[in-house]
Every structure is written in C-alpha cells, then in structure tokens.
C-alpha cells in the first residue's frame, strides 16, 4: 500500500514536500515516482528514483523538484521549490515490483 501526504496550498515561488510511504519490507526493490494530473489533462510523469537511487524529472521540474528516498522508513519524497500556478494537480505516489501500485492522490495548489 502506498500512502501519499503533504499536498495543500501555497503562493507561487513557495515551497512543498510530498511523501509516499509503502507498507511492506519490499520497498528498497522498488522504483518509485511521482506523476500528477491537472485539471482536464492526463496524467504526467513528474519524477521516478530507482531502487538503485537514480533519478529522473519531467522536463518542466528539472531544477526545481526533489525526488528521495530514505529505504529505512519505507518513505519517498518529492521536495518541490519555486511552486509555479501550472504545477497545480493531485499528485500521485507510484511504485513498481514486478508490476504497478497506486496511492491516494494528494492535491497541491499553487496560487499566483
């Protein structure tokens, strides 16, 4: 199971952490990441992180988001800075093990 949190509203240029954390001592083998969905747009990859710690970020976040994780406490997180008003969406945890798990959707608002 995947339990995101940390969503919530915040003034452009703020500041944002979403965490992910997986019941289950399968974790370290997972990809992890994070996609989002805007209002009337699909689903987007925002960024993954291997099981091995390598990282990779939609263009439109490259630089400005963070993604970690910290294997001990089963937990992912996704630092977002310098919020822009597009990077409002329900951001949603992803994992992968051999196939595919889904959180909850957690809702970032970014005022301009």
């Known amino acids: 199971q995947l339990q995101a949190s940390g969503g919530g509203l915040v003034q452009a240029g703020g500041s944002l952490r979403l965490s992910c954390k997986v019941s289950?001592?399968?974790?370290?083998?997972?990809?992890m990441g994070w996609y989002r969905q805007a209002p009337g747009k699909q689903r987007e990859l925002v960024a993954t992180?291997?099981?091995?710690?390598?990282?990779n970020y939609a263009d439109s976040v490259k630089g400005r988001f963070t993604i970690s994780r910290d294997n001990a406490k089963g937990t992912a997180y996704l630092q977002m800075n310098s919020l822009k008003p597009e990077d409002t969406a329900v951001y949603y945890c992803?994992?992968?093990?051999?196939?595919?798990?889904w959180g909850q959707g957690t809702l970032v608002t970014v005022s301009s």
């Open positions: 992180i291997t099981s091995a710690g390598s990282t």
């Open positions: 289950g001592s399968i974790f370290k083998f997972a990809d």
């Open positions: 992803w994992g992968s093990l051999l196939r595919d798990y």
